[in-house]
């Protein structure tokens, strides 16, 4: 029994969430978002740490489908901090008058599909039972946390965050001692704040990451009306750049090119606190270990020019996995932090982590004395949020069940035995691997049209094919595998969940292409998918 029905239901308000919800409106569909927070922006809502900023400059990580909405919103600073992307989204909301059609507070627990009548039947945690023909799950891919795998937070009788929900009304360390647990972008986002409050802060370091400065500052006027007078030529190079982010595509091999003008290009990409520009200086940086080690061995030598004690910047020199395979950062001030007295590292991978204490975190080796912990242990991450609600396609089988050995996905938008769901940036497309705006824009993009054009050629269901599935997935593994991403302990890879099956999970073929398929297989009248007429349009 169903309380209503509706003809789409999305699931998150975040930034996929919110735009979701603009087009299908726009479109006259009636559309249910609920969300688990009290407030819209998704990971900038959850994601509150001290120093949290986003990777992509600010003024390439914004909206692109309203000109009016670009011209009238003005980022402050080259990496905005939280609040601002924050303040951002909930201008979103207001803007376009989307909160009046979002249930907060509210987790969907359940969807099951009907195949009789090609409708989900979504259930939340507050018991309310919504009917619909069409299910997105807009749920991100980095919104699960997780804790480290280790016992004894109970009995740890201070405070224990972590950075992936962190409190709304902040923290102040000072004076304290803390111990902060994870060395990825989180944790070398908020170090460098938490550790100058501090009276002591120890890091506990399972896995040395590649970091750059960021080179924050505030934007100029000049910067700022330039952007604005030219987004629409902007936007266009974006939608169609490999990472989302417009750079001039590389010519040549980094091992062709002599050492000193190498690190001459790597260095134009550190001073402009570019990830994306170093990553893409060469074209085999990414695909040839040789060719990435002179990327890696350049960073390297930045970290051993800033850390004085050159034990502890080798100890904080990545060298397990190559630069690039896990997500490198961008940071203020993260290996300066090292060079404080009161800043200690503990490199876990000698003297492992025991168990939280009463007093503290406990190693092989010694007990740690502290006040209290922080987790940058990072995310369930592409499949966590998807998996965590229980969805049940035709027949009953669960996404859970069928991604057992991994996820498996046509385009990363939609599972076969899984008719008319979606998932944005789902598993399987470039999501993680590109301006994640410019990814949700493309993936909204297609949906709304698809449903579009499924309402408009009386289509009930549209489900992908196991085939069309089992090549795409085929395709995602063999251009994984021309890259070095494969060989790191990532969470790409879901290395960093105990029993996740080791699959690479983003598509690396890059932006630009990836749009030209998923165009492709719509302009074929969706290739790939079986299509199911409504009933009434069937001729007896
Ligand atoms: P993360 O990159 O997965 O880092 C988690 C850290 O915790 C790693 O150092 C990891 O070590 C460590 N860790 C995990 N489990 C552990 C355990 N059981 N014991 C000890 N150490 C453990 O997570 P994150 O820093 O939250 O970042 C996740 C992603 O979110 C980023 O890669 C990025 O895509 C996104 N993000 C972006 C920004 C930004 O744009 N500025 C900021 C934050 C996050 P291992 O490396 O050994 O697994």
């Known amino acids: 029994m169903t309380d209503k029905s509706v003809d789409v239901v999305v699931v998150g308000a975040g930034f996929s969430g919110l735009y979701q919800l603009y087009r299908l409106r726009e479109m006259g569909l009636t559309t249910r978002v609920f969300e688990a927070g009290s407030g819209v922006g998704g990971t900038w809502y959850w994601n509150r740490y001290p120093g949290a900023r ?243 061995e350049f960073v390297r030598a930045k970290i051993r020019d800033v850390v004085k004690d050159p034990e502890l910047a080798e100890a904080l020199s990545p060298r397990s996995f190559p630069f690039g395979t896990k997500r490198p950062c961008l940071d203020t001030g993260y290996y300066e932090t090292f060079n404080d007295d009161h800043v200690h590292l503990v490199d876990i991978r000698k003297t492992p982590l025991v168990e939280i204490t009463t007093k503290g975190v406990r190693t092989s080796e010694q007990e740690y004395e502290v006040d209290a912990i922080v987790f940058a242990t990072g995310f369930d991450a592409m499949t966590g949020a998807l998996t965590r609600v229980d969805i049940r396609g035709r027949n009953g089988v669960s996404l859970r069940e069928k991604w057992g050995e991994g996820p498996r996905s046509y385009l990363g938008l939609t599972v076969a035995g899984f008719p008319n769901m979606f998932t944005i940036t789902g598993p399987s497309s470039p999501s993680v691997l590109t301006n994640m705006m410019v990814a949700i824009e493309q993936h909204v993009d297609w949906v709304a049209d698809c449903i579009g054009w499924l309402r408009d050629n009386d289509v009930a269901e549209l489900e992908a094919t196991d085939r069309a599935e089992d090549e795409w997935v085929r395709h995602v593994e063999e251009v994984g595998n021309t890259t070095l991403y494969p060989t790191a302990d990532s969470w790409y890879m879901g290395s960093n969940v105990p029993g996740k099956p080791r699959v690479f999970m983003a598509y690396i073929g890059g932006m630009g292409a990836y749009r030209e398929k998923c165009d492709e297989i719509a302009a074929k009248g969706y290739a790939g998918f079986a299509l199911t007429p409504e009933p009434e349009s069937v001729p007896a």
Not at 58 to 82: A, D, H, I
Not at 191 to 206: N, S
Not at 208 to 233: I, Q
Not at 247 to 254: I, Q
Request: with cysteine; proline share 7%.
């Open 54 to 296: 986003c990777d992509v400059e600010s003024l390439n990580y914004s909206f692109s489908f309203s000109p009016e909405l670009e011209q009238e919103w003005t980022w402050s600073e080259k990496y905005s901090p939280q609040p601002e992307i924050l303040g951002y989204a909930e201008h979103v909301a207001e803007r376009f008058d989307l909160k009046k059609d979002i249930t907060f507070d509210t987790r969907v627990e359940s969807a099951v599909y009907d195949g009789d009548t090609h409708t989900w039947t979504v259930t939340t945690d507050g018991g309310e039972v919504v009917s619909t023909r069409f299910f997105v799950m807009a749920t991100g891919c980095l919104s699960v946390s997780k804790a480290p795998e280790i016992p004894g937070a109970e009995t740890f009788p201070g405070p224990i965050y972590h950075t992936g929900h962190w409190p709304h009304e902040g923290v102040d360390f000072t004076g304290k001692r803390i111990a902060v647990i994870g060395t990825g972008s989180s944790g070398i986002q908020s170090i460098p704040i938490m550790a100058a409050q501090a009276a002591e802060a120890t890091i506990f370091q399972r896995t040395p990451n590649f970091s750059m400065p960021a080179g924050n500052r505030p934007l100029t006027e000049e910067e700022v009306r330039t952007r604005k007078e030219n987004y629409r030529e902007y936007r266009e190079a974006a939608k169609w750049s490999g990472f989302g982010v417009p750079v001039p595509a590389p010519t040549r091999s980094a091992l062709e090119v002599p050492e000193e003008e190498r690190n001459q290009a790597y260095q134009a990409g550190w001073d402009q606190g570019n990830l994306v520009a170093i990553l893409t200086s060469y074209v085999d940086t990414l695909a040839v270990k040789e060719a990435n080690d002179t990327a890696a």
